[in-house]
């Protein structure tokens, strides 16, 4: 597939610009956006066992990484401050490392089943703090360190994305099966050699095995 190139001519280079093709935001919406938590938004948090964390390095390369274990798993410190558990994943820290260059953070929290989502913006700090991480402890184990977050804006989102998509509607859920598995798009990815497929089967049996034995 030939790259595509992106016609100078129609593209938005400044906010100006930008603020001209959409109607003025609504007082509403501005107002909205708080710089604590109060009440909803601390129930909101406490019950999502699921955001999104968005970082971005020193050199303005940006990244979002998937967080989730039970409902309440970050910790609400105080209205400003919130504690995400660092649990085990592929030790690639592409998060970690990018909140030491840049400590600017944006977090998502979704709850299943609600279409309105919660966006929290603010700084993050990492920690080993043997307190804090015991607050955080599952079946007896520890994170090797958290995510601090100071919070500078937070505000409840809209559900027009969420009814879009349809994305909690047990009628458009899809077929995992009709994508291969995780090991095989890794390999398909990484190598010429083709897939075996008992050697799949395997990796695939390993990959689970894995899952039971890591997540915390």
């Not at 603010?122 to 955080?136: K, M, V």
Request: contains cysteine; charged residues 25%; proline residues 7%.
């Amino acid at each position: 597939m030939s790259a595509y190139t992106l016609r100078d001519a129609h593209v938005i280079a400044s906010e100006a610009a930008l603020r001209q093709i959409f109607p003025p935001v609504h007082d509403l919406a501005q107002r909205k956006s708080l710089t604590r938590l109060e009440r909803h938004s601390r129930s909101f948090i406490e019950r999502a066992p699921f955001l999104c964390l968005g970082t971005q390095a020193a050199d303005g390369t940006a990244d979002v990484s998937p967080r989730g274990d039970a409902p309440g798993f970050v910790q609400v410190l105080d209205d400003r401050t919130l504690l995400i558990p660092d649990r085990p994943g592929n030790n690639r820290l592409d998060s970690l490392s990018n909140i030491i260059g840049n400590p600017a953070v944006g977090l998502l929290f979704l709850i299943p089943g609600f279409h309105e989502t919660m966006r929290v913006n603010g700084t993050a700090r990492l920690t080993r703090d043997p307190e804090l991480l015991a607050l955080c402890a599952v079946e007896g184990r520890l994170p090797r360190l958290g995510i601090v977050v100071d919070i500078a804006e937070v505000f409840i989102h809209c559900a027009k994305a969420f009814r879009r998509s349809g994305l909690w509607e047990p009628e458009k859920f899809q077929d995992r099966r009709t994508m291969p598995s995780l090991p095989q798009i890794i390999h398909e990815q990484t190598s010429e050699v083709a897939v075996d497929p008992q050697e799949m089967a395997q990796a695939e049996a390993d990959l689970e095995q894995a899952y039971a034995k890591s997540m915390y």
